[in-house]
């Protein structure tokens, strides 16, 4: 880190959070103190009001139960991401015949939106949880094999070949050359994925109705049921769960990355 | 000491790179010899194909036709008998700088003996402290002398080392230089030094070998025949350099004219390694 100590960031951190919620605060209730309303804000339940409802919130089994139903949706969607998508990239990087195989294939998939697959995934598998984790996994799976395929095409080319000199054949420059140079790549399109599993979980859960009607099918089906009963605040809460939620996986993505590449702290 | 190993014969070789209508005739028929324990400049415009015949020797290009020969064996194909610098830095950015010395395979081996070259090889080149530093925390002479150790704990036969100190700013260069030189006068480490710089030819090798513009070959061999150590002001101050210095400058001044006239009649050469002439360092000290 440059400059600013660890703590003064956190400080500044609470800090900037602090100022949001002020800011939010007066915006909502300017409406009703001065009479002049702050577009859009004014419509949005100033965040007393959401503080109580999530003190309410917390207390229910069903909230915590949606936490902990989207969260293994995501986690199981991204670990097959990573499973699968990982050691399918690494094939495409070092076998032309199956780059040439695959590469059309995959890259006519890329492009459809993870949410169009959703009606096929919900006729495809056999429970609506398989089918919101297959989608969850489309999400992470070709950010992942994207940026190590990209990745590995940006190796540096006297790397290899200094390990050739070296004394290294095939095998050896995969695992000491090739592998170490595209970690890197395999990071960003991990916290990429991370990001995109959650945009996604979310949204097939809007969409298949969360997967069981006792009102704990997910943090998005939450926010959908709150909206369906006009409960603002909840809304806002369960968005703010998204975020949180979104926010602490990829932080645990990156400092996983850290760890698996001391070099890059060095300097 | 025993008797220097590395001689390389370098026999009518030719280079073509590029297939179908982009194929080019990079090297042509040149034959030299890199006498054993002694060091050899190559001295040529850039892009005049130095850098290919430096690949060509460390095995990442094949001859077209002719051969090399290295202590009487045809030699093809990488090998950690002969080792290479390239015009950039290329440790592994993953590993400290003594994981990068010990980075071939042989070198690993669970040999206390190896880690301990390996540590008395850094001591030499400076960089004792450094053993577990990332790349990225030492300097760009630093890198070098890290490269340098990675490549003479192979024991090469034949060390070859392509414009190495090219990126280096005016003042490091200098020292990594005299430094070289006199690490590889010591080990009577036979080495290829390809450079664009008479100074540097002048201050670090035995011969010179002058190469004419694309297709290259040897268009004239000096020899550098000036008393150990040499430093940069005793090299300025030798008279017998200065003539040795005017006569190159002359030979490459007609090859770099050569290549600014093919460069015009052949536009179609554009972009193709190297761009075709390129400016002669004539005197390091005063550009920069």
């Known amino acids: ?87 399918l990239a690494l094939l495409i990087v070092t076998s032309r015949t199956f780059r040439g195989l695959f590469f059309p294939i995959f890259e006519t998939l890329r492009p459809i939106p993870p949410l169009a697959w959703v009606p096929l995934a919900i006729i495809f598998w056999p429970t609506q949880e398989l089918s919101i984790t297959f989608v969850t996994f489309l999400g992470a799976f070709f950010p992942i094999v994207l940026n190590i395929v990209d990745g590995a095409a940006q190796i540096d080319r006297r790397l290899v070949l200094i390990s050739r000199s070296l004394g290294l054949g095939r095998v050896g420059t995969f695992a000491r050359v090739l592998l170490p ?85 060095a300097a | 000491m025993t008797a220097p190993r590395g001689e390389v014969r370098f026999e009518g070789v030719s280079v073509r790179l590029g297939e179908g209508p982009a194929e080019k005739l990079i090297v042509d028929g040149c034959s030299f010899v890199l006498e054993a324990g002694a060091v050899t400049a190559m001295i040529g415009p850039s892009g005049c194909g130095k850098s290919t015949i430096g690949a060509v020797l460390a095995g990442f290009e094949r001859a077209s036709s002719g051969r090399v020969v290295l202590d009487g064996r045809e030699v093809s194909g990488p090998s950690p008998e002969r080792q290479i610098l390239f015009q950039e830095t290329a440790l592994m950015p993953w590993l400290t700088t003594l994981e990068n010395v010990v980075f071939a395979p042989h070198a690993r081996r669970r040999d206390a003996n190896r880690r301990r070259r390996a540590q008395e090889l850094l001591e ?34 034949l060390l070859i080392l392509d414009e190495p100190f090219r990126g280096l700013d005016a003042m490091t260069r200098e020292l990594m230089q005299e430094y070289t030189a006199e690490l590889l ?79 015009v009649a052949a536009p179609a050469d554009h972009g193709q390694r190297g761009n075709g002439a390129a400016p002669l360092t004539t005197t390091t000290r005063s550009q920069e």
């Open chain 2, 185 to 263: 006068g010591e080990r009577r480490q036979t080495t290829l030094l390809i450079t664009t710089d008479i100074d540097e030819a002048l201050l670090l090798a035995d011969r010179v070998l002058v190469m004419s513009n694309r297709p290259t070959r040897v268009r004239e061999q000096l020899d550098v025949d000036l008393p150990r150590p040499r430093t940069h002001e005793a090299v300025l101050a030798d008279e017998r350099c200065q003539a040795l210095k005017r006569h190159m400058i002359e030979l490459l001044t007609d090859e770099v004219m050569r290549s600014f006239a093919a460069g």
């Open chain 2, 124 to 157: 030499r080149v400076g960089l004792g402290a450094f053993a577990d530093r990332y790349p990225s925390q030492l300097s760009g002479g630093m890198q070098r002398r890290a490269e340098l150790a990675r490549a003479l704990l192979n024991d090469p036969a």
């Open chain 1, 181 to 265: 140079s595209t970690l890197p790549a395999m990071v960003t399109g991990a916290a990429v994925g991370m990001g995109i599993t959650w945009e996604v979980v979310v949204a097939a859960e809007l969409i298949s109705g969360g997967g069981n009607t006792s009102g704990d099918g997910g943090l998005g089906f939450l926010v959908w049921n709150a909206y369906q009963g006009n409960d603002l605040p909840r809304i806002v809460v369960g968005m703010i769960s998204l975020g949180i939620a979104g926010y602490l996986s990829s932080t645990m993505v990156r400092a996983l990355g850290a760890r698996l590449m001391p070099w890059r702290r």
């Open chain 1, 1 to 87: 880190m440059n400059g600013a100590s660890r703590r003064t960031i956190v400080r500044r951190g609470i800090l900037g959070v602090l100022a949001w919620l002020a800011l939010w605060e007066v915006g909502s209730q300017l409406g009703e103190w001065i009479g002049v309303a702050v577009p859009l804000l004014d419509k949005v339940p100033p965040p007393h009001t959401v503080v109580g409802d999530l003190g309410e919130l917390v207390g229910e089994a069903g909230y915590w139960n949606s936490w902990s139903l989207s969260l293994q949706r995501v986690l199981w969607g991204f670990a097959f991401a990573i499973a699968i998508g990982v050691p």
